[in-house]
């Protein structure tokens, strides 16, 4: 038993933590409530530990000449490595975590209850903060709730605090599915929160030399959940507005509310300054006047940029040399990370950690690059390493492209003779003028917006969403297409998966031939897992 958290003990934590989260990892990944192949969270948040256990391998005996003090050190040490190692929303939000907890008590002379009860206090506060638009019944209630047990505790008891954190964790994951109703229909709890309470569980044994006696989150029900719509952009909102700010941390916290109450895709980040800093600010808003007053408000707001979605792209200019610019674009596949290649892209291969991108972004040698992570979840992951590239002095943007099919878009009509900020808003409009699509195989039983779906059964997604359920997986594929044409479009792309049969993206081309003589159709092979076809209508 501890009464006090040593460098000792954080090494013992996250040690634990992670031989639980290992132990978990598949049930974690299982409780993805969306039936295609792609639920990950347990596997993310294994990775983001593993590159922080790794961290605090470094040796320890040395400290800094911050007058950081050991555990200080320590936890400084495994909230880094998580954070470069950070992979997915998960991964990125527990680094959070971690670094709030580590900046609370690193200089603390003693980590005992009432210091655990602020440094969860001050991880909860970081994790939102990272999170432009937070959602309860997520892994960011589990943690708030983890933090306001401690804090009733009110005691400098390091074991009764711990457990208390502990335990109010676990209580807020079993009310995820009151707060969250795709996981009522589901059944299921959140897969994060789910996760952090096995790393608080970890925490808890590793002080009190208990293991927590807790049951596991009852198992998925036999009847049909329903699905998650991934996030994505409003079309509700016709300006893009973008502008670096030089403020302060609390004007910039209002300024945060003002923007989310203004519009979405809201992203506010600094150079990680202590004090005033420079904030890259960019949210799509209707009133555009508004949102440049709040900037002004907030601090001095330069490099102001407005771009109308409905307006063209510029045309584009003949290839120039580059300079200083570069792009770096995440590929799960072969054939894909191929074809970024040849469009002069530096790939890194599907779902990386937050390291692997700043390493990439770095190895360009160019001082402004754009980021394109090619999958919802990577978008995180891409925005933390812009973050941490531009506190290295590099100027770094985050193309949110969602598909491979988005990002060739988006690469075709770079002009290096623009000016990058222009260059980046106009790669942003061809990948939003990109519709895209995928087709799988369901996963589990699921209750879609197009009907009921089983194991085995062809589903075609368009934006995110389930909008076919097919059991032929030719016949879907065709039937997709001519859906996403039927609103539109001039030139399709297919990218066909690692696992497609042959003939797919012939059969497929040869249909639209028939049914839409006057759209040009490129095909390429892919190699993606999971999805033998994708589907880019532009």
């Given amino acids: 038993m501890l009464d006090t958290l040593d460098a000792a003990a954080v090494r013992r934590w996250c040690a634990g933590g992670l031989v639980a989260l290992k132990r978990h990892q598949g049930e974690i990944d299982d409780l993805n409530v969306y039936p295609v192949p792609d639920g990950d969270t347990g596997t993310n948040m294994v990775l983001t530990l593993t590159s922080a256990q790794q961290a605090l391998a470094m040796d320890l005996g040395t400290l800094p000449e911050d007058g950081s003090t050991a555990h200080g050190h320590a936890l400084r040490l495994m909230a880094r490595g998580a954070l470069l190692g950070a992979r997915g929303n998960s991964g990125v939000i527990l680094s959070q975590i971690l670094r709030g907890f580590a900046d609370a008590v690193a200089a603390a002379p003693a980590v005992r209850g009432r210091e655990l009860a ?18 309860e019944g997520t892994l960011l209630s589990v943690v708030a709730a983890a933090a306001h047990a401690a804090e009733r505790a009110d005691s400098d008891d390091l074991r009764a605090v ?9 209580h807020a994951l079993a009310r995820t599915p009151e707060q969250l109703p795709a996981l009522a229909r589901a059944g299921v709890v959140d897969a994060g929160g789910r996760g952090l309470c096995l790393l608080l569980d970890a925490l808890a044994e ?17 009847r049909p959940p329903a699905t998650a719509v991934r996030e994505t952009g409003s079309e509700e909102y016709a300006y893009e507005v973008q502008f670096l700010l030089d403020a302060g941390p609390e004007a910039v916290a209002r300024l945060r509310t003002e923007l989310a109450a203004l519009g979405d895709s809201l992203v506010v980040v600094g150079d990680g300054s202590a004090g005033a800093g420079t904030w890259n600010v960019h949210v799509h808003v209707n009133d555009v006047g508004a949102a440049i007053e709040a900037g002004v408000v907030a601090g001095r707001p330069h490099r102001i940029s407005v771009t109308r979605f409905a307006d063209q792209a510029a045309p584009v200019s003949p290839p120039v040399a580059a300079g200083g610019r570069a792009a770096v674009v995440v590929a799960a596949g072969a054939g894909i990370a191929e074809l970024f290649a040849g469009e002069g892209a530096t790939v890194v291969p599907g779902n990386p950690s937050i390291g692997e991108l700043l390493d990439a972004i770095r190895v360009t040698g160019a001082a402004r690059v754009v980021v394109l992570p090619n999958d919802p979840d990577t978008q995180a992951v891409a925005s933390a390493a812009a973050r941490e590239a531009h506190g290295l002095g590099l100027k770094v943007s985050v193309v949110p492209t969602r598909s491979p099919v ?31 699509a995928e087709v799988c195989y369901a996963r589990r039983e699921a ?12 589903l075609a997604l368009v934006e995110g969403e389930v909008h076919l359920i097919g059991s032929d997986l030719t016949d879907t594929c065709a039937a997709v297409v001519d859906r996403m044409l039927g609103g539109g479009g001039e030139l399709v792309t297919l990218l066909s998966g690692a696992d497609a049969p042959d003939g797919l993206t012939d059969a497929v081309r040869e249909h639209v031939g028939r049914r839409w003589p006057f759209v040009e159709v490129q095909a390429y092979p892919g190699g993606q897992p999971h999805y033998p076809l994708l589907v880019g209508v532009e």
């Fill in 118 to 135: 602020t440094a969860l206090r001050d991880g909860t506060a970081a994790a939102y903060a990272a999170v432009a638009r937070p959602v």
């Fill in 162 to 170: 711990a457990r208390a954190a502990a335990g109010g964790a676990a």
């Fill in 447 to 458: 209750l879609t917006v197009a009907g009921p779906c089983r194991p085995g059964d062809v």
């Fill in 206 to 222: 590793v002080v009190t030399g208990e293991s927590p006696d807790r049951p596991a989150p009852a198992s998925r029900p036999a």
């Fill in 406 to 436: 988005q990002a060739l878009a988006a690469l075709a009509v770079r002009d290096p003779g623009r000016r990058f900020e222009d260059d980046v808003i106009a790669m942003a409009e061809a990948a939003g003028a990109c519709r895209y």
